[in-house]
Nanobody, 120 residues
Framework: QVQLVESGGGLVQAGGSLRLSCAAS????????MGWYRQAPGKQRELVAA???????NYADSVKGRFTISRDNAKNTVYLQMNSLKPEDTAVYYC??????????????WGRGTQVTVSS
């Protein structure tokens, strides 16, 4: 079955940087949009950034100019470069992918999340 596995989270001081990665595996025919969401304690999950198969991007206003989403289609991997991190960026970060696979109809898949903690 399809799996999305995130990596790269951790603890960083305010102003620092982290790079998240998310690799999709399994019998994958095609990946359309990929994206990153985050959920802070007591808050709803929110979109951070998304990228289409053609490379068009979309960002939450709160991260514009600080975060950059990119993807490597050959590796079925999406990245999130996070610079100038702030304590309010602290959350569990989840990746997702809209893809077609050998396991059923096209669907959205989610990773299990990676914790990002920014200390002040």
């Amino acid at each position: 079955q399809v799996q999305l596995v995130e990596s790269g989270g951790g603890l960083v001081q305010a102003g620092g940087s982290l790079r998240l990665s998310c690799a999709a595996s399994g019998i994958i025919f095609n990946i359309n949009a990929m994206g990153w969401y985050r959920q802070a304690p007591g808050k709803q999950r929110e979109l951070v950034a998304a990228i289409t198969s053609g490379g068009s991007t979309n960002y939450a206003d709160s991260v514009k100019g600080r975060f950059t989403i990119s993807r490597d289609n050959a590796k079925n991997t999406v990245y999130l470069q996070m610079n100038s991190l702030k304590p309010e960026d602290t959350a569990v970060y989840y990746c997702n992918a809209d893809l077609s696979s050998g396991y059923g109809p096209p669907a959205r898949y989610w990773g299990r999340g990676t914790q990002v903690t920014v200390s002040s």
